[in-house]
């Protein structure tokens, strides 16, 4: 029996050529985004699961908030772990992560390679984070100074083997500092949070310790088996805060207790967060690499269910569309006694081979276009992946639940045909409802990607055009100057002495993420107490910063060699002027404590104009500049028609001043777009998944408009017969769609913008959705829909009467 379903099955599919092709096109192109964006989900979800213990390992998160200033860090102070290691048998042991030193210089033969990947950790590290040894001995590697263990990639890249225990390393951090080299571990894989390649003791960091108030440490709590992690959460932090941090707060400030530090508005806790979630849902100041964002997951898992669906819908109505071919088979089949559960069981068993033959369509376009979705996602996925335990039975069961779900509704309606009106020529149109439905359901969906796609592209673009407070363009960063040593004003004076070269500064501070951060506490009198006490960001500029990075000063004036006390001096910006609550700041004295508790007073200035030197997503918070030297990065503001030229020329000059030293270079407006390259890469996957959407839509209402013209050919013969036009019958036949994608759009729009509001508040600064983005993607799908309609529309229209009434 199940033989003759195939027979039948594989005679239909090759009688219908064309429909089937559309179907199988259809379902394809539904099943190969399904799995891309299945593939891509998983990825995301798998973050940091490589590590043996990651189900019990915790980063410690701290939130702060005084006098105004709102801060999340990743960062805690150096001796929260070792405290709670001494006082919570609950912790079995914790580690440190340490890269607030930014990169380092390492010595290959007679040159120095500039690496970013790298951290100071603890001995414990490799305790907490599983990475396979391949030599030495990473239990004991790191507890003496001077020590470092490697990567595979990095003991090829330096020595060409992976055998170099003993060997030694040289860097170059304004001191040249030996380590040798003590183990060799596996790289780190990518779905991690971190991306090192050296892995320096934690004895060579330089460091004031035992500053419970100083947030610069990344720590890591490897919690025993069985413990109840809110319970030891809400006790651990809470009387650390009291224990330790407190006692240490009341040596520079007048503070009673935590109670009256709530009170006057401030905020001091410390919280865990699961390792296996960082990548997901952290997006805090001091992430050790850039973060997903669960939304973005959420968004495009039901992108991925939703694209399915249309997809499903398709195939309903490709197949109804052509239930009049079918409906004699159906009559003849029931008149000779056939069950309609043998007829439903067929009619599911040629769904079911038409989506196996969708299936391995879509493995093949998935694997073919596999590496271009990967560069459009930041991915390194493999096809191989797809046998993973977790994807393979998805793949076996899948055809059989699509099969199940788009030819459940074909299979049903069917075999309900009455054999006396079939065999008469008389279908009926019972459930055109229902068709109609599946229509309004592809083309609402379809309008709110549209929507969705139409918003994100409109806050990229007013992230790149919103006044942001400083001249990001034409601003040339060239990178760890610090190498130049006693040479870097010689290669400041002689770079700008290049035509083309306008001004230039040397700072290590710049207005994007990922820069150098450093913050202090202040207050507006000597006395520091939870009153005037508050949180800002201090960053060391000399006389030329702010007219490099084009910063107004909106009051007072900006540092000057003409005056002798401006190190004694300080710009705040306006957010801070606000805090202050001085009608005019200027000349009023601002006092910052060390970590002794001893006040320094500084004079105010000037105010500068409020900047984001953060992300959008992120308020202005305040900020103060201090003329001190800081010898991180040189930027040059230029104009030139002859960039390569100029480039050439600053290398030169480099190379001359520090032979055998890395040289690179940015732009600034380059680092601003980093910030924005997770919305940038969303962006352009919503944008192709919104196309692919819509065309499957259009396949779904492409069947439609065909059935309605097979089921009308009579009506439409009569009208022309006697005198309806061409234009006439066009209109007849689409006013029905028309009205369809209209309910689709009145569904679809307030959806859409519950949906894309909701995302917009993840920026501070945003756009508001107004009614030309819903009236845009109204016309859009509206056009769409009215292009693939008139072809049906009118093929229909011209068709000679005389052989569509010859039955008559």
């Known amino acids: ?193 971190f991306h090192f390649n050296f892995f320096f003791s934690m004895k060579n960091v330089d460091y004031q310790w035992g500053q419970h108030l100083s947030n610069n440490f990344h720590t890591y709590l490897l919690l025993k088996p069985g413990i109840d992690v809110n319970a030891f959460e809400k006790k651990a932090m809470n009387e650390y805060v009291v224990n330790y941090v407190l006692p240490q707060a009341k040596q520079f400030m007048e503070i009673r207790s935590m109670d009256d530090f709530a009170k006057a508005g401030n905020k001091l806790e410390y919280s865990l967060m699961p390792l296996t979630k960082i990548h997901l849902y952290s997006d805090r100041n001091f992430e050790i690499s850039p973060p997903g964002n669960i939304q973005y997951i959420y968004i495009f898992g039901a992108v991925a269910i939703f694209i399915l669906l249309i997809a499903c819908v398709n195939f309903m109505n490709l197949t109804t569309a052509r239930s009049a071919n079918r409906a004699k088979e159906v009559g003849i089949r029931k008149v000779l006694g056939t069950e309609r559960k043998f007829l439903i069981t067929q009619f599911l068993s040629e769904s079911t081979l038409m989506v196996v033959v969708s299936m391995l369509i879509a493995l093949l376009i998935t694997w073919a276009i596999l590496p271009l979705f990967n560069d459009v996602a930041n991915k390194t996925i493999t096809f191989n992946r797809l046998a993973s335990p977790v994807i393979l039975p998805l793949l076996i069961v899948l055809p059989f639940i699509v099969g199940l779900l788009a030819g459940s509704y074909p299979a049903f309606y069917l075999s309900s045909f009455k054999p006396i009106l079939v065999l008469k020529g008389r279908l009926g149109n019972k459930r055109g409802g229902l068709r109609s439905a599946l229509v309004v359901f592809q083309f609402a969906t379809s309008i709110i990607l549209i929507i969705g796609t139409i918003v994100v592209f409109r806050q990229l673009n007013y992230i ?105 001096g300080v710009i705040v910006n306006e957010a801070t002027a606000k805090i202050l609550g001085y009608d005019d700041p200027l000349g009023k004295r601002l006092y910052r404590s060390d970590y002794n508790g001893k006040p320094t007073a500084y004079t105010i200035i000037g105010v500068v104009k409020n900047f984001n030197y953060e992300s959008l997503k992120q308020s202005i918070g305040p900020l103060s500049f201090f003329l001190e030297k800081n010898a991180g990065l040189a930027s040059f503001k230029i104009a030139t028609t002859d960039l390569p030229g100029l480039l050439t020329s600053i290398e030169a000059k480099w190379k001359a001043l520090a032979p055998g030293m890395p040289y690179s270079y940015r732009f600034l407006d380059e680092s601003f777009n980093e910030m924005y390259q997770n919305e940038n890469r969303v962006g352009k996957i919503a944008l192709i998944f919104s196309i692919i959407a819509i065309l499957i839509a259009c396949l779904g209402l492409f069947g439609l408009a065909a059935f309605v013209a097979e089921q009308r050919t009579k009506e439409i013969g009569i009208r022309k017969v006697l005198g309806a036009s061409v234009k006439g019958l066009v209109g007849l036949l689409s006013k029905d769609f028309v009205r369809l994608v209209f309910i689709a759009f009145i569904i679809a729009a307030p959806l859409a913008w519950y949906f894309m509001q909701k995302w917009l508040q993840d920026f501070e600064y945003r756009i508001t959705i107004n009614w030309m983005v819903f009236l845009a993607a109204g016309i859009i799908a509206l056009l769409i829909a009215i292009a693939t309609i008139a072809f049906q529309a009118i093929k229909a229209a011209i068709a000679n009467p005389v052989k569509n009434l010859r039955s008559e």
Not at 469 to 482: A, C, F, P, R, S
Not at 519 to 527: G, I, M, Q, Y
């Open 1 to 193: 029996m199940y033989k003759n379903y195939l027979k039948v099955a594989l005679r239909n599919m090759w009688k219908q050529k064309t429909f089937s092709a559309i179907n199988i096109v259809g379902l394809a192109t539904g099943l190969c985004c399904f799995l891309l964006i299945t593939l891509y989900v998983l990825d995301e979800f798998s973050y940091d699961k490589y590590n043996e213990k990651s189900d019990r390992i915790y980063r410690i998160n701290a939130d702060i908030r005084f006098g105004g200033s709102n801060m999340h860090f990743t960062q805690t102070p150096d001796v929260i772990g070792e405290v709670l290691e001494k006082d919570y048998p609950e912790i079995e042991t914790y580690t440190r992560i340490f890269n607030n030193s930014g990169n380092k210089l390492v010595k290959k033969g007679t040159e120095y390679i500039n690496e970013s990947d790298v951290a100071h950790v603890d001995s414990t590290f490799f305790k907490v984070f599983t990475l396979p040894v391949i030599a030495g001995n990473t239990q004991t590697a790191l507890h003496e100074p001077n020590t470092v263990v490697v990567t595979r990639s990095t003991a090829l890249k330096y020595f060409g083997r992976t055998d170099v225990i003993g060997k030694a390393i040289e860097t170059n951090d304004n001191t040249k500092t030996s380590y040798k080299i003590t183990a060799v571990v596996e790289d780190v894989p990518r779905a991690s949070h």
């Open 464 to 568: 790149q055009t919103k006044d942001i407070g400083y001249k990001k363009e034409q601003v040339l960063i060239i990178n760890d100057v610090y190498a130049l040593q006693n040479n870097v004003d010689a290669f400041r004076n002689e770079v700008l002495q290049l035509p083309g070269v306008k001004m230039g500064t040397i700072s290590s501070y710049l207005p994007v993420s990922n820069s150098s951060r450093s913050d202090n506490t202040f207050s507006k009198e000597a006395v520091m107490d939870s009153e005037n006490g508050f949180n800002m960001q201090t960053w060391a500029i000399d006389y030329d910063y702010l007219e490099t990075m084009g910063m107004e000063v909106v009051k007072g004036r900006n540092f000057s060699k003409d005056f002798g006390g401006d190190s004694s």
